[in-house]
Nanobody, 122 residues
């Protein structure tokens, strides 16, 4: 069982930065690949970034490539999403999620956080 708690969301102006953090409970954190998803009102939940079990592989959606960076610290059971050069279209609820498979489809993620709101004003 893994419990995930996100933090770090908020309101920021376009061009600004935010750092999201996700703290995981349990001793098996390194057994899970992690992903950050986002969901805007009226839209599906989309994968933004993913990181493999040891952090050796990462994936970014084209819309955030070059602006967002995902990282993890298995010793601290945390995964982070550094978001730079934010745009109004990045506004969404952001979720961290854990899966035993790297780059799994959303429905294959086993555990989800409660989400944190990110709002980017123009």
């Amino acid at each position: 069982q893994v419990q995930l708690v996100e933090s770090g969301g908020g309101l920021v102006q376009a061009g600004g930065s935010l750092r999201l953090s996700c703290a995981a409970s349990g001793r098996t954190f390194s057994s899970y690949a992690m992903g950050w998803f986002r969901q805007a009102p009226g839209s599906e939940r989309d994968l933004v970034a993913a990181i493999s079990w040891r952090g050796t592989s990462t994936y970014y959606a084209d819309s955030v490539k070059g602006r967002f960076t995902i990282s993890r610290d298995n010793a601290k059971n945390t995964v982070a999403l550094q978001m730079n050069s934010l745009k109004p279209e990045d506004t969404a609820v952001y979720y961290c999620a854990a899966s035993i498979r790297y780059l799994a489809a959303a429905e294959a993620y086993d555990y989800w956080g409660q989400g944190t709101q990110v709002t980017v004003s123009s």
